[in-house]
């Protein structure tokens, strides 16, 4: 069974970094997109960023570009989110999620989710 499980969330200051994890078990994901997405309250789950665990090609949103890093640890089956100069439009509960297949911003398409974890930038 597919278990994704995210880490590191926080209060943080404007301007300020995190760093969120996610680790994940239960298959071999060679061949599965690692994505993750977020969502404010009263928004829609939003895209964020996602990486190809087969061939490391890497896509990100607009409004992260610049800020935010993706990586593969396959050592430790983990998906760290590096995320600096953050501002209080970041401030979401932020997922991880697999799919099997090709590269999509669309969250539907998603088989596999994490519980999330809460990051809150202060103003």
């Known amino acids: 069974q597919v278990q994704l499980a995210e880490s590191g969330g926080g209060l943080v200051q404007a301007g300020g970094s995190l760093r969120l994890s996610c680790a994940a078990s239960?298959?071999?994901?060679?061949?599965?997109?690692m994505g993750w997405f977020r969502q404010a309250p009263g928004t829609e789950r939003e895209f964020v960023a996602a990486?190809?665990?087969?061939?490391?090609?890497?896509n990100y949103a607009d409004p992260v570009k610049g800020r935010f890093t993706v990586s593969i640890d396959n050592a430790k089956n983990t998906l760290p989110l590096q995320m600096n100069s953050l501002t209080p439009e970041d401030t979401a509960v932020y997922y991880c999620?697999?799919?099997?297949?090709?590269?999509?911003?669309?969250?539907?398409?998603?088989?596999?989710w994490g519980q999330g974890t809460q990051v809150t930038v202060s103003s």
């Open positions: 239960g298959r071999t994901f060679s061949r599965y997109h």
């Open positions: 999620a697999a799919k099997s297949g090709s590269y999509t911003r669309n969250f539907n398409s998603y088989d596999y």
């Open positions: 990486m190809s665990w087969s061939d490391g090609s890497i």
